[in-house]
Nanobody, 119 residues
Framework: QVQLVESGGGSVQVGGSLRLSCAAAGRTGSVNAMAWFRQAPGKEREFVALITWSGGYTRYAVLVKDRFTISKDFAENTVYLHMNSLGYEDTGVYYC????????????WGQGTQVTVSS
């Protein structure tokens, strides 16, 4: 089991920045990668970014590339999502998820944190 707790969401103006955190606990030694997903109102959940547990590889959705940065604090087992130049389209609930080394799916999810971008 892996427990994930997100924090850092909130309201921000267009063009602003936020940093989301996802603290992982439990079987973190078996985690292969961590990812952020988001779900806007009335839309399906979509991939945002991922980072391997080793931190050696990252990948981003086209819509957030060059604006968002995913990083990992090895000492704290925490993954961050630094979000810059936020627009209305970035509004939604952001979830972090963990992929284990023996799985191809993301089996562990956090509770989600709300990000609202307004004028």
């Amino acid at each position: 089991q892996v427990q994930l707790v997100e924090s850092g969401g909130g309201s921000v103006q267009v063009g602003g920045s936020l940093r989301l955190s996802c603290a992982a606990a439990g079987r973190t030694g078996s985690v292969n990668a961590m990812a952020w997903f988001r779900q806007a109102p009335g839309k399906e959940r979509e991939f945002v970014a991922l980072i391997t547990w080793s931190g050696g590889y990252t990948r981003y959705a086209v819509l957030v590339k060059d604006r968002f940065t995913i990083s990992k604090d090895f000492a704290e087992n925490t993954v961050y999502l630094h979000m810059n130049s936020l627009g209305y389209e970035d509004t939604g609930v952001y979830y972090c998820a963990a992929q284990m080394t023996d799985k191809s799916t993301y089996d562990y999810w956090g509770q989600g944190t709300q990000v609202t971008v307004s004028s």
